[in-house]
């Protein structure tokens, strides 16, 4: 058995790319950018997906939600046109249901939210992006709403007064000291009694930015609705995440009685929270990648082309080699191995790149952070040991199979 | 290892070489039969195009034959695999080319080890007996130039040391001093013969009438046939040195290094 040549092919491979240098670096330039691109969408695509699955720890994971409409299991590239979950088809979720949920053992608290449309208005001011949510006193209770000044709703201040997301109350006012302050939604005027703490967290498993939304009674968003509670989300707590199962079965028990029989709705808890939305990320992400998989690709028939090149200059040596005992598996790995040095040079340098960048891009317009993860790491380097295999393995090839009698003659 | 001289290192037999198809068809080798011996140096002499090079090529197994056989050693190679072949390359043959064929990214001591590269010798190792050869071509001050950097008379040195690295049952040479001056044409053949007297056995293409004074045996070619074989007196005088000489004192070299070390120690 031979001793393998891997080091000397890789030392010869060295030496070669240094000698030409700037077209080495141009080729490797190439794999760096389709590589980094790559680094950059699976990575913000992930932070983005990760962000409910941490929210919904951060509950300790006794949190379950209620919506209307079924889902279903459904690929990932589907979800890029199917609505999210339920929100076209119409709630059959009321008030009843929610006092029946309230009333199950285990339950600590239970919050509708019914999500109306309509603008909101302040002397001259009326911003865009705004969300009306109507629910009960109980929301904090579910979900994590910290107040920066004044109080939550409650039974007594219940009507015609709202909280406010801290963004809203500076589009509406021009600052966030805003408690006692008045604004109109659909002909009637609220007084503001408290504002939220800025969250910055769009993303989340209520679909509602607290950040723009203005909180007012349930009571108060059915008169909007013709006196007609119509609920987009029921948030509900157990007393603990060992029991979350058996609550949800008797809330599924309960609500389907409630709607004859029919399970027209969905209830989700734990990782199944931030599904739709993942699965939305999810997609949107692997539409990403197939873009920045093109650009890979035309990196690699970069690294092609400059191997054909080499391979044409060095039929000479070719000729030699093979005349001083080369085998053409030996000429295969040392082609080969050069275009594997390039592509993983390029794995490496786009790997650096493309976090700079997907940092970059998170610090200035996102409210989330780039993931690192292994499996990121290894998508990297097996798309550019891929790349570098797949495009250097015809002009190795092509290397080995000169006829070393026409390789030492044409080329004196 | 035991050497038997008795039996040629090279037979030939019916051997047949043609190019192209059709009636472009040309026939540049028309039943060569041919027994070469251990330790003969051989000049292969002719026209331009009576098919030297191609006999050439087709000994150091760069070429097939079309028809016939060819021995190397005893043993049959036209039916041996690309990779069975290459082997053979850098176990048992030397080449040295008429244009030297150094690679000119490599430096001197570089392209001495290539063979031994490919034929697994770890990397000190292999400088080590590069530098070894070198410097018995007394080129050890140029190990670490780059070919450019050489005089033709050099490069050639350095081609035939990489011929001679792997210690190879034969060396094949075409045409080795046709890029070269008649001083260092001179030097070269000195080199060969120098060469041919250690054991070797040298097949050598040449233009040069003047040059067959070298060999031992001189073979002239015309229209892919053998048309005279003569033995030179040189060749009837020195009687086929055998390689058995070279591996005693080879053996002789070894002992002593081992003595030296021991007392060394």
Redesign the interface.
């Known amino acids: 058995m031979?001793?393998p040549?891997v080091?000397?092919h890789l030392g010869c491979a060295y030496?070669?790319l240094r000698?030409n240098r700037s077209r080495t670096i141009l080729t490797v330039l190439g794999i760096t950018i389709g590589i980094a691109s790559i680094i950059i969408i699976l990575s913000l695509s992930t932070g983005a997906a990760r962000i409910i699955k941490e929210q919904v720890s951060d509950l300790g994971g006794a949190v379950a939600v209620v919506r209307p409409g079924t889902t279903t299991d459904k690929p990932h590239i589907d979800s890029l046109t199917a609505t999210l979950a339920g929100s076209q088809t119409a709630s059959h979720l009321t008030e009843y249901d929610l006092e029946d949920i309230e009333s199950i053992d285990g339950v600590t608290a239970a919050a509708p939210l019914m999500i109306i449309g309509g603008d909101v208005t302040a002397g001259k001011n009326t911003p865009e992006k705004v969300s009306i949510i109507a629910t009960t006193p109980k929301l904090p209770d579910v979900t994590h709403l910290p107040l920066g000044e004044g109080q939550f709703l409650d039974e007594v201040t219940s009507d015609q007064t709202a909280v406010i997301g801290a963004q809203l109350a500076i589009d509406l006012f021009g600052t966030e000291r805003v408690a006692g302050r008045t604004f109109h939604t659909h002909g009637q005027v609220f007084t503001v009694i408290g504002i939220l703490k800025r969250q910055n967290k769009p993303i989340n498993y209520n679909n509602i930015d607290f950040d723009h939304a203005a909180i007012i009674s349930l009571e108060s968003g059915k008169r909007f609705n013709q006196n007609i509670a119509s609920i987009q989300q029921i948030n509900i707590r157990a007393n603990s995440h060992e029991q979350l199962p058996d609550i949800i079965k008797k809330i599924e028990d309960e609500l389907t009685q409630n709607h004859f029989g029919e399970k027209d709705f969905t209830i989700l808890a734990g990782d199944d929270l931030a599904r739709p939305t993942n699965e939305l990320f999810a997609a949107v992400g692997a539409t990403l990648t197939v873009v920045a998989g093109i650009s890979l690709v035309v990196g690699g028939i970069g690294v092609m082309n400059i191997m054909l090149v080499g391979v044409a200059e060095r039929t000479?040596?070719i000729?030699?080699?093979?005349?001083?005992?080369?085998?053409?598996?030996?000429i295969v790995w040392q082609f080969l191995l050069e275009s594997l040095v390039m592509s993983l040079a390029g794995g490496m340098l786009g790997y650096g790149l493309g976090y700079l960048t997907a940092f970059a891009i998170a610090r200035t317009f996102l409210p989330f952070n780039p993931v690192f993860s292994w499996e990121i790491v290894g998508a990297a380097f097996g798309t550019a040991l891929t790349v570098g295999l797949v495009f250097g393995l015809y002009p190795a090839i092509r290397a080995a199979r000169k006829d070393?009698?026409v390789a030492?003659r044409n080329y004196? | 290892m035991k050497i038997v001289t008795t039996q040629p290192v090279i037979v030939l037999k019916g051997l047949k070489k043609r190019y192209g198809i059709g009636d472009a068809e040309q026939t540049v080798l028309d039943g060569i039969n041919l027994k070469i011996h251990r330790g003969e140096f051989i000049a292969i002499m002719g026209p331009s195009g009576c098919g030297k090079t191609t006999l050439l090529?087709i000994l150091?197994l760069?070429?097939h034959a079309d028809e016939g056989e060819y021995l190397l050693d005893g043993r049959s190679v036209d039916t041996l695999s690309?990779?069975r072949r290459?082997?053979i390359?850098?176990?048992q043959?030397g080449?040295v080319?008429q244009?030297f064929?150094?690679?000119?990214?490599?430096n001197v001591i570089d392209n001495v080890a290539?063979?031994l590269?490919?034929?697994?010798?770890?990397?000190t190792k292999r400088l080590m007996e590069a530098s070894k050869m070198l410097s018995t071509f007394h080129l050890s001050n140029r190990e670490y130039y780059m070919p450019w950097q050489l005089s033709g008379g050099q490069s050639q040195r350095v081609a035939i040391a990489?011929a001679l690295v792997?210690n190879p049952s034969i060396i094949l040479a075409d045409e080795p001093t046709g890029n070269l001056d008649s001083r260092s044409s001179h030097v070269i053949m000195e080199e060969l013969s120098d060469i041919h007297q250690r054991g070797n056995t040298i097949i050598m293409v040449t233009h040069n009438p003047n040059l067959t004074s070298y060999a031992s045996r001189v073979i002239t070619m015309l229209d892919g046939k053998i048309a005279s074989d003569t033995l030179t007196p040189r060749g009837k005088k020195t009687n086929i040195p055998s390689k058995r000489r070279l591996d005693e004192r080879r053996k002789r070299s070894k002992s002593s290094k081992t003595k030296r070390q021991k007392e060394d120690k």
């Open positions: 031979r001793r040549l080091l000397y030496e070669s000698a000479r040596e000729g030699i080699r093979k005349a001083l005992g080369a085998s053409n598996s030996n070393p009698i030492l004196h | 090529n150091g760069l070429d690309n990779s290459a082997r390359r850098s176990e043959i080449f080319f244009s064929n150094l690679i000119p990214r490599l290539l063979p590269t490919y034929k697994g010798v770890s990397k990489r792997n």
